[in-house]
């Protein structure tokens, strides 16, 4: 089946660091789908990426979309301790998402 | 406000007990899906329903039943059957398929066998 693979799976940065978190997948994507949960929560969803090539900002958020439309990438610039959680990617194979398994970012303040 | 509701927020079940979980929506969606999220893991899909009085497998649907009587509910049964039940279950909707949109999920219901 699908299978979208996210790395790596924990990240430990000091406040103000960057972080990027990358997804791949084994087939194209139509396109991709970026969620973040925050500790004892649920996802939210952030994003979606359509294009090949495609990049896309949210303030310090920067997501992109493979050329290829087989990976994508989740950059955060000079990270606060408010991006705490994990983020996941996730992938459409028929009428279902399939998600990665998701990058924990912890940020030390 | 337009959102997703899961009850309970925690379960515990006995062994060889049959619970059921909440979801209810009231943002109009057409599809609906059930996920369990095991700690520090991803989300696995376990059923999805596109439309009314009609659903599909995911891909653990062992031990778990759904039904989709009404457009804004989409309870999740977890049945005896399933050998490992204790997760955090979410329930999501979509306006389509979510292949154009993304989902909203629900806080989620926490289940512990006791």
């Known amino acids: 089946g699908q299978q979208v693979m996210q790395i790596p799976q924990y990240q430990h940065v000091q406040e103000g660091e960057d972080f990027t978190t990358y997804c791949n997948s084994s087939t194209t994507l139509s396109n991709i789908q970026w969620y973040k949960q925050r500790p004892g929560g649920h996802p939210v969803f952030l994003i979606q990426?359509?294009?090949?090539?495609e990049v896309k900002k949210q303030k310090r958020l920067t997501f992109q979309f493979g050329e290829a439309k087989k990976n994508s990438s989740l950059h955060i610039t000079a990270t606060q301790t408010t991006d705490v959680g994990t983020y996941f990617c996730?992938?459409?194979?028929?009428?279902?998402?399939?998600f990665g398994s998701g990058t924990k970012l912890n940020v030390k303040p | 406000d337009g959102g997703i509701t899961q009850s309970p927020k925690y379960l515990f079940r006995k062994e060889g007990q049959n619970v059921t979980l909440s979801c209810e929506q009231n943002?109009?969606?057409?599809?609906m899906y059930w996920y369990r999220q095991d700690p520090g893991q991803g989300l696995r899909l376990i059923y999805y329903s596109q439309i009314v009085n009609d659903f599909q497998k995911g891909d653990i649907a062992e031990g778990y039943s759904v039904s989709r009587e009404k457009k804004e509910s989409f309870p999740l049964t977890v049945t005896s059957a399933q050998k490992n039940p204790t997760a955090f279950y979410l329930c999501?909707?979509?306006?389509?398929?979510?292949?154009?949109?993304?989902?909203?999920f629900g806080s989620g219901t926490r289940l512990t066998v006791v």
């Open positions: 996730a992938g459409p194979h028929f009428n279902k998402f399939y």
């Open positions: 943002l109009n969606h057409d599809a």
């Open positions: 990426l359509v294009k090949s090539g």
């Open positions: 999501a909707s979509s306006i389509g398929t979510a292949l154009a949109y993304g989902y909203t």
